[in-house]
């Protein structure tokens, strides 16, 4: 299991400069007009842990495997791209495989870097895009509703289905995203959206996008940015897309330095990544053993079949139990062996709930 994130935002707001310094390699192409990125890039990057190194310290493994989010950079939006402006389909299809969106949103001013509606307005920037997404999953809807209708002469369970898809198209009619919608939970509506995977359905964080002078206080772009997300149930996260890309290549510690020197902490990336996780309720758990130390995705909730069942479904289907030591023990006793002997060992069934940071082995049958 992985976590995928989809890149969306207007042309020329910072999206493929992002994605370089996400994928930490220039491999997206970054340019001063619309439309660059004519094919989606997907890049695979991990997932900033600093409890892997700890780990590693004790253990000393040949190598190292963090967990890992795919990004896809989808290519510029613009008004009227459920319509097909833009190449707008196209793009908005990708879209629909990711769990959540990272929608960037211009919040500098450059006049060397020009805007697609000649303004620089972040909230009527996110309008533009997050109109186009409700749009397109009005277009879906209405394609699904047609079929529903022809299905439901023959088909008891099409009616149903088709009650929602009506009152959901309404709901959408009135410019609301399916978020808000108040059957969210009805059975009819989970398969639709499992279907048909509404856009306006999707996590949103949104990627405040400043300028290097502005990164330690908020402007006023970002401090409207973040007003939007409190009152849309969203979050709001500055980074400065040019910094991010600097930053690739260099040493953790030069990381470090560099940004203590900026007034921040933590880079707005590593941020993105940690809310995703967290927004989507995705947890990690941890092998360790002298070929590897490894982080794995599951979700929070999980048993420990269903945890042992990401290594290998094999492990799911023949579970036994599961050796389980918890992070903070097996780094205060040192490794496995002491922990064991001071009782931090815990030998767990079936019907265990993975926590955070659990180090387990698995015993099952082949």
């Not at 409890?51 to 963090?66: S, T």
């Not at 953790?252 to 995703?276: H, N, P």
Request: hydrophobic share 40%.
């Amino acid at each position: 299991m992985g976590l995928s994130i989809g890149i969306v935002g207007l042309p020329n707001v910072g999206k493929s400069t992002t994605f370089n310094a996400l994928t930490k390699a220039q491999n997206a192409e970054a340019a001063n007009y619309p439309f660059c990125t004519i094919e989606p890039n997907k890049a695979i990057v991990p997932v900033p842990d600093s409890r892997l190194g700890e780990l590693a310290k004790i253990v000393q493994p040949e190598r190292i495997q963090h967990s890992v989010v795919e990004f896809v950079d989808i290519a510029g939006l613009v008004r009227g791209a459920s319509k097909g402006e833009g190449l707008g389909n196209q793009f908005l299809a990708n879209i629909k495989e990711a769990d959540m969106i990272l929608h960037i949103v211009r919040c500098f001013e450059d006049s060397n870097i020009t805007h697609v509606e000649g303004r620089i307005d972040p909230i009527g920037d996110i309008e533009i895009i997050e109109l186009e997404l409700l749009f397109a999953d009005m277009a879906s809807l209405q394609k699904r509703i047609e079929k529903l209708e022809r299905e439901s002469k023959a088909q008891k369970g099409a009616n149903a289905q088709l009650a929602i898809a009506k009152e959901l198209l309404a709901h959408l009619e009135s410019n609301a995203p399916v978020k808000t919608f108040s059957k969210r939970e009805d059975e009819a509506f989970i398969t639709l959206n499992r279907e048909l995977r509404f856009l306006t359905n999707k996590e949103i964080i949104y990627g405040a996008n400043v300028s290097e002078e502005e990164l330690e206080a908020d402007n006023a772009f970002v401090a409207k940015v973040r007003e939007h997300a409190s009152k849309t149930g969203a979050i709001a996260i500055k980074l400065c897309a040019k910094i991010e890309e600097e930053m690739v290549g260099l040493e953790e510690q030069e990381r470090v330095e560099f940004l203590a020197s900026l007034g921040v902490k933590e880079s707005g990336l590593e941020q993105i990544i940690r809310e995703g996780f967290a927004r989507l309720g995705l947890i990690s758990y941890f092998t360790a053993g002298v070929k590897e130390v490894r982080a794995w995705t599951i979700r929070k909730g999980d048993s420990a079949p269903k945890a042992a069942g990401v290594i290998h479904k094999d492990f799911e289907k023949g579970f036994i139990r599961a050796e389980t030591i918890a992070y903070e023990d097996f780094i205060k006793y040192g490794g496995e062996t002491k922990a064991k002997e001071a009782g931090a060992m815990r030998t767990e069934g079936k019907d265990y709930i993975v926590q955070d940071g659990d180090v387990m082995h698995f015993r099952f049958n082949v």
